[in-house]
């Protein structure tokens, strides 16, 4: 039902910041929450950060402090800016939803983009 574009990811050194968009299409019904998953190779895909309808965040512990999520609900478009970039941070990154209340609470996000690739080396 909902198509996801994730773009803005690159190659950047430690330190370094990027902005990621997620541009959500499609009939978007029963959207509780949007958030961002990364997969690391070798690793399962982890939630780093999510924000309710209502605006409430989450972050995993990791990014707390670093990673900021926003939505803009008039272009259908959810943002994460990462700052301070470390190395570890090198994943695929996708966008995701929870369609519903008890979704969000399971941390189950469904996703169906592609991913933006974020490569933090020196």
């Known amino acids: 039902q909902v198509q996801f574009v994730e773009s803005g990811g690159g190659l950047v050194q430690p330190g370094g910041s990027l902005r990621l968009s997620c541009a959500a299409s499609?009939?978007?019904?029963?959207?509780?929450?949007m958030g961002w998953y990364r997969q690391a190779p070798g690793k399962q895909r982890e939630l780093v950060a999510s924000?309710?309808?209502?605006?409430?965040?989450n972050y995993k512990d990791s990014v707390k402090d670093r990673f900021t999520i926003s939505r803009d609900n008039a272009k259908n478009t959810v943002y994460l800016q990462m700052n301070s970039l470390r190395p570890e941070d090198t994943a695929v990154y996708y966008c995701?939803?929870?369609?519903?209340?008890?979704?969000?609470?399971?941390?189950?996000?469904?996703?169906w983009g592609q991913g933006t690739q974020v490569t933090v080396s020196s």
């Open positions: 499609g009939r978007i019904f029963s959207i509780y929450a």
């Open positions: 924000i309710t309808s209502g605006g409430s965040t």
């Open positions: 995701g939803v929870a369609r519903s209340w008890v979704d969000y609470q399971r941390g189950d996000f469904g996703s």
